[in-house]
């Protein structure tokens, strides 16, 4: 009887986790587009620094993204599925890629990739004692990249467990904190938000993907 009570509780929490993965795997698998307003903290572990930033972000099906920072400086990194531009306003110049070899993998666009989060990441609960705490993911990605060996989700259960919140971890221990505001899902982007021509003059530079 002892035996059997201790093995109950071990069960549950299990159980929930895949209910929570559940649904945040259909939220993302429906989700055709996305746009949402965004604040952003990188923190250098070694020398103790934080560098804020904000904007907002577009993100469509077929490997399109917009994000553009306001803060500290303007910046744009646009993709339409084929091309990855970088535009450095300061610096009048674009970094210009190959956007799949660029986003590959779950660093390049986490947030386009959790539709299948189990295909590309062990997930348990942030905290698996707390069983009130269901809305924190602790991922760590089945191929470990230098700039993604830990991701961690807060989850909006109030809104079909759309992120609020992601801390992205990198080999060196930096983590880059997202938080995200203002989330609409399936507006209807326009196809013309992900593209991109530069400015007259703008100094276009490959992109160095490594």
Request: hydrophobic share 40%; charged share 20%.
């Amino acid at each position: 009887m002892i035996l059997f009570l201790l093995v109950i509780p071990a069960v549950a929490p299990a159980q929930e986790l895949e209910q929570v993965v559940d649904a945040l795997e259909a939220t993302y698998g429906k989700m055709t587009d996305l746009r949402a307003d965004f604040k952003q903290v990188a923190r250098n572990k070694s020398l103790g620094q934080d560098v804020e930033a904000e904007g907002t972000v577009y993100l469509k099906k077929g490997g399109k993204m917009r994000w553009e920072y306001k803060s500290p400086s303007p910046q744009q990194i646009v993709s339409d599925g084929t091309h990855l531009w970088v535009y450095t306003p300061e610096l009048n110049q674009v970094n210009k890629g190959d956007a799949p070899k660029a986003l590959a993998g779950p660093a390049g666009s986490f947030l386009q990739g959790l539709g299948k989060v189990r295909e590309q990441f062990s997930v348990r609960f942030l905290n698996p004692a707390n069983k009130t705490d269901g809305s924190v993911l602790d991922l760590t990605p089945k191929k470990p990249a230098p700039l993604l060996t830990r991701l961690v989700l807060t989850l909006d259960p109030k809104e079909n467990y759309v992120v609020r919140r992601a801390v992205l971890y990198d080999q060196l221990q930096n983590t880059v904190t997202m938080s995200f505001n203002r989330v609409a899902v399936n507006s209807g982007l326009s196809d013309t938000l992900f593209a991109f021509t530069p400015p007259k003059g703008t100094a276009v530079v490959p992109l160095d993907i490594r």
